[in-house]
């Protein structure tokens, strides 16, 4: 549980630098699936655990915004060439990005 602790220090102070995000992320989501009872019943664990939580909504909400803009302006991008071109663009990622949408949307 100690290299535990020391490593979710860690995670912290990378977290809240602002690099590797999803990365940070998943090892934190990882560790909490593992060893979730012994990290909820530490006392020295819980203030960490509820600053990550801030901390992690503020830096992937960020990242959810700028994922967003950047495919708004591809398809911005893209809807300008087909019209130009007459082709359509992206068609066959799109579809498997929907697809992938909605079996996302059943599992939960």
């Known amino acids: 549980?100690?290299?535990v602790q020391e490593l979710v220090m860690v995670l912290e102070t990378i977290?809240?630098?602002g690099r590797e995000v999803e990365v940070v992320t998943r090892c934190l989501l990882?560790?909490?699936e593992i060893h979730h009872g012994p990290i909820t019943g530490t006392k020295s664990l819980e203030d960490v655990l509820t600053?990550?939580?801030?901390?992690?909504?503020?830096?992937?909400?960020?990242?959810?915004?700028?994922?967003g803009t950047n495919l708004a302006g591809l398809r911005y991008l893209s809807d300008?060439?087909?019209?130009r071109n007459g082709v359509e663009m992206f068609t066959?990622?799109?579809?498997?990005q929907?697809?992938?949408?909605?079996?996302k949307k059943k599992k939960e």
């Open 80 to 83: 300008r060439i087909e019209d």
């Open 15 to 17: 977290l809240n630098t």
């Open 1 to 3: 549980l100690d290299v």
């Open 51 to 67: 600053r990550l939580n801030s901390v992690v909504r503020r830096e992937v909400t960020g990242l959810k915004d700028i994922i």
């Open 92 to 96: 066959y990622t799109t579809l498997r």
């Open 30 to 32: 990882f560790l909490l």
């Open 98 to 103: 929907r697809e992938r949408n909605k079996k």
